[in-house]
Nanobody
Framework: QVQLVESGGGLVQAGGSLRLSCAAS????????MGWYRQAPGKQRELVAA???????NYLDSVKGRFTISRDNAKNTVYLQMNSLKPEDTGVYYC???????????????WGQGTQVIVSS
């Protein structure tokens, strides 16, 4: 029904930058929230940043001032600009979208397949 395709992960040295992108496609009537979660080895998945359709943002405390989330509503795409990366930012980053597939239906969560981010010290 809805596909989320992420791109932009990779290997970077500490202090470097990466930009993640996630494009949503398929049966989409409206997307309210789009966000990025990450999961480090042996840890639970955590919310990194999210942005609502009107543009309200929310960040994990440890990434505030370093990461910036943005979205293009016309393209159903969300971005995560990650600067001053630290080794503890390493993990698989998953895109999430809260989607209404048809008028009048409930919003549902959809997930991307994940993109690996590795920050070397």
């Amino acid at each position: 029904q809805v596909q989320l395709v992420e791109s932009g992960g990779g290997l970077v040295q500490a202090g470097g930058s990466l930009r993640l992108s996630c494009a949503a496609s398929g049966s989409i009537f409206s997307i309210y929230t789009m966000g990025w979660y990450r999961q480090a080895p042996g840890k639970q998945r955590e919310l990194v940043a999210a942005i609502t359709k009107p543009g309200i943002t929310n960040y994990l405390d440890s990434v505030k001032g370093r990461f910036t989330i943005s979205r293009d509503n016309a393209k159903n795409t969300v971005y995560l600009q990650m600067n001053s990366l630290k080794p503890e930012d390493t993990g698989v980053y998953y895109c999430n979208a809260t989607v209404q597939t048809n008028w009048g239906t409930s919003y549902r969560d959809f997930w991307g397949q994940g993109t690996q981010v590795i920050v070397s010290s």
